[in-house]
């Protein structure tokens, strides 16, 4: 006799793992980075469900996931771990992605998928862009100097100044990627796969140049920023060489020393300038690879001195001031009688 039961859902187990490698990488394509915040918040998050219910992973179900949990899990990273609440948020969308997915082949967890679903996204004020005038990064970059890490120092601040890329975008800049014959540029990986090319000023393409010379022209595959072991360097690599640079700059200018100035600043920095310099929202979003012009125009409310040239060009109301003349009095109890 043929059976007619329902298929077996599968395991909590073997969804995470069908999640891993045939969703994300073969359905979706996402960037390897992704695949890695994805990994990571689920990491933390069945560590803090093992500490918390004392269930191991791979006894875990999905009716064990509700919105208590995630909340409990959310509370713990902000008040625990003191991630902000942009991390927070992050880590939610890697939970809610698998959720989605594991809801489409575990109908019967449906209902408690729902829930789980239901725990909301944790609004936050986005602060003020923080950036350096043109003087504070000229004297943040200041000039090379005769050692390899100097120069290598140099021409790493150079380049994130001119391309306005991040920090994780200019690690894996490699020499293959960048073009010195004609117009030069070099060629950025981001997020989601996504890449462009980004002009060279003449004299950051001088300065690669030089750069190449004094290295021996490493191969293409090779870092274009190495480390003294030959391999590329690390977000706090880079972060320490920019803090020094910042201390050597605070002699000539010290409110530096007020400001955290990190790879970041340094983006937002390029981006200023250009929106100053009236280059249109389209090309810097372009040129810091922005999915969304929303992000670009967030620049404007940084600037306090484009907001003043704006009221300036406004015309003021011609309007015509009289002089105030108080009523009087008499007139004004025969005319309510």
Known sequence: MRDLSPPKPPSFAALVQQFFTEYLVTQRAVSPRTIASYRDAWLLFLAFVEQSIGKAPTALRLADIGPDLI???????????????????????????????????????????????????????????GFLSPEEMLAVLGEPGESWTSRRDHLLLALLYNTGARVSEIIEVRVADVVLDGVPLVHLHGKGRKQRAIPLSKTTAREIRYWLRAN??????????????????????????????????????????????????????????????????????????????????????????????????????????RRYRPRDELLEFLRQL
Do not use: C
């Open 71 to 129: 909340l409990a899990f959310l509370d713990h990273l902000e008040q625990e771990r003191h991630n902000s609440v942009r991390s927070r948020n992050l880590r939610l969308t890697a939970l809610r992605a698998f959720l989605k997915f594991a809801g489409r082949h575990d109908v019967t967890s449906l209902h408690s998928i729902e829930r789980a679903l239901a725990v909301p996204m944790k609004r936050f004020e986005r602060p003020v862009l």
């Open 216 to 321: 021996r022209s490493p191969r293409g595959e090779a870092s274009l920023l190495p480390n003294r072991k030959g391999q590329p360097m690390t977000r706090s690599n880079v972060e320490q060489r920019l803090e020094l640079a910042v201390a050597r700059a605070s002699t000539e200018h010290p409110g530096l020393r007020d400001k955290r100035i990190t790879p970041h600043i340094i983006r937002h920095t390029t981006a200023m300038h250009m929106l100053q310099s009236r280059v249109p929202f389209s090309t810097i979003a372009l040129w810091l690879g922005h999915e969304s012009a929303n992000t670009t125009h967030r620049y404007v409310k940084a600037t306090l001195a484009m907001k003043e040239e704006a009221l300036a060009r406004l015309e003021e109301p011609k309007t015509k001031m």
